[in-house]
T-cell receptor, first 114, second 108 residues
Framework: DTGVSQDPRHKITKRGQNVTFRCDPI?????LYWYRQTLGQGPEFLTY????????KSRLLSDRFSAERPKGSFSTLEIQRTEQGDSAMYLC????????????FGDGTRLSIL | KNEVEQSPQNLTAQEGEFITINCSYS?????LHWLQQHPGGGIVSLFM???GKKKHGRLIATINIQEKHSSLHITASHPRDSAVYIC??????????FGPGTRLSVLP
């Protein structure tokens, strides 16, 4: 069990550019979650997958955001035409299915928009 | 009004002190989690509660479902306990709703 890994750890980009983040969950976990955390705040839910199916999306996930989990393993989160307000820590977590399963978090990708 | 609130927002303690962090929520839940986040972002799950009390080492977590309230206690606090402690509830779906976190600093 290598834990949840996220790549990159830190991304700096200019406003208007597209960025893509990757999350590799714990291998036997079929649920995968994306969260966003701004400085000094608790994380906020963005979306989650059960295997390859995206089952829920937050209103925070605007049209510029898209997430995929094509083979039910790793997931990508893409932000198009980045804006200053997208600067945040993007956290990924995974869990087994079933109610009340604990979520295991990655270390996050910190996005800084110049 | 936020669905999950925590108090205090910031807490500074001397090494060895007994610490209590409180969480209150306004929705029905199937579980409540206490998480620890160190500088740099990594989040570690400390407890998952649906009733009663759990203890792990120097950490104790309690929940009162009727009162919609949970507490996290740290006994004999140590500087390495310095972190942000986040309460997160599961309102019946699969997703966490997070509190704003309590920033704890334990001074030597």
């Amino acid at each position: 069990d290598t834990g949840v890994s996220q790549d990159p750890r830190h991304k700096i980009t200019k406003r208007g550019q597209n960025v893509t983040f990757r999350c590799d969950p714990i291998s036997e976990h079929n649920r995968l979650y994306w969260y966003r955390q701004t400085l000094g705040q608790g994380p906020e839910f963005l979306t989650y997958f059960q295997n390859e199916a995206q089952l829920e999306k937050s209103r925070l996930l605007s049209d510029r955001f898209s997430a995929e989990r094509p083979k039910g393993s790793f997931s990508t989160l893409e932000i198009q035409r980045t804006e200053q307000g997208d600067s945040a820590m993007y956290l990924c977590a995974s869990s087994l299915s079933g109610s009340n399963q604990p979520q295991h978090f990655g270390d996050g990708t910190r996005l800084s928009i110049l | 009004k936020n669905e999950v609130e925590q108090s205090p927002q910031n807490l500074t303690a001397q090494e060895g002190e007994f610490i209590t962090i409180n969480c209150s929520y306004s929705v029905g839940i199937s579980a409540l989690h206490w998480l620890q986040q160190h500088p740099g972002g990594g989040i570690v799950s400390l407890f998952m509660l649906s009733s009663g009390k759990k203890k792990h080492g120097r950490l104790i977590a309690t929940i009162n479902i009727q009162e919609k309230h949970s507490s996290l206690h740290i006994t004999a606090s140590h500087p390495r306990d310095s972190a942000v402690y986040i309460c997160a509830v599961v309102p019946g779906g699969q997703n966490f709703v997070f509190g704003p976190g309590t920033r704890l600093s334990v001074l030597p």
